[in-house]
């Protein structure tokens, strides 16, 4: 019974953050757009387009900017996935695009994250190989051709975290 309301309370809450999601990536006023200077998702973009590979700034200790996702709470995310394989085809497309869709969670989260990308060095670069491998090419065709990258990208991030305790706490 108590295995059956965590499983709904992680559904819920996984709905919730899917539809906050939507509702900011419509939330430009008539005539915003993306190249809008003054537009959020700009801003969204440019920092999730930035490399791994660039020099960290210096860590602040600052805490997040209002609405940036905790690094906590997207690896709990990943962590979900560990529910989830590739039993039967409309299922194993679902799992590997959640694998994908929380690794970028992931990623956007330790890049907005005070400590700076500096801190996760490793995974960020782990990430971005995973992205270059798959050349933005997110169907179920080159996600399924890519699995053992996706899940293994997935693990070593999960070891990589269960060494850092600080960071999901």
């Given amino acids: 019974m108590i295995n059956m309301r965590a499983r709904h309370a992680l559904g819920v809450s ?84 959640r694998v994908l869709d929380e690794l970028s969670r992931l990623d956007g989260a330790m890049k907005a994250d005070p400590q700076g990308p500096g801190h996760f060095k490793e995974p960020l670069v782990w990430i971005a190989d995973l992205r270059a491998e798959l050349g933005g090419d997110r169907s179920f065709e080159n996600l399924k051709k890519h699995q053992k990258l996706l899940t293994g990208t997935r693990d070593k991030i999960n070891t990589w975290m269960q060494g850092h305790p600080e960071d999901y706490r």
């Fill in 14 to 97: 996984t709905l919730l953050v899917t539809l906050a999601s939507g509702l900011l990536s419509c939330s430009g006023g008539p005539g915003t757009t993306s190249s809008d200077p003054e537009s959020p998702a700009r801003n969204i973009r440019a920092a999730a387009s930035a490399p791994a590979t660039e020099e960290p700034s210096t860590p602040s200790t600052a805490a997040p900017a209002p609405g940036v996702e905790k690094v906590r709470d997207a690896f709990a995310g990943l962590q979900a996935t560990y529910n989830y394989g590739c039993t039967t085809p409309g299922n194993c497309a679902y799992f590997l695009g």
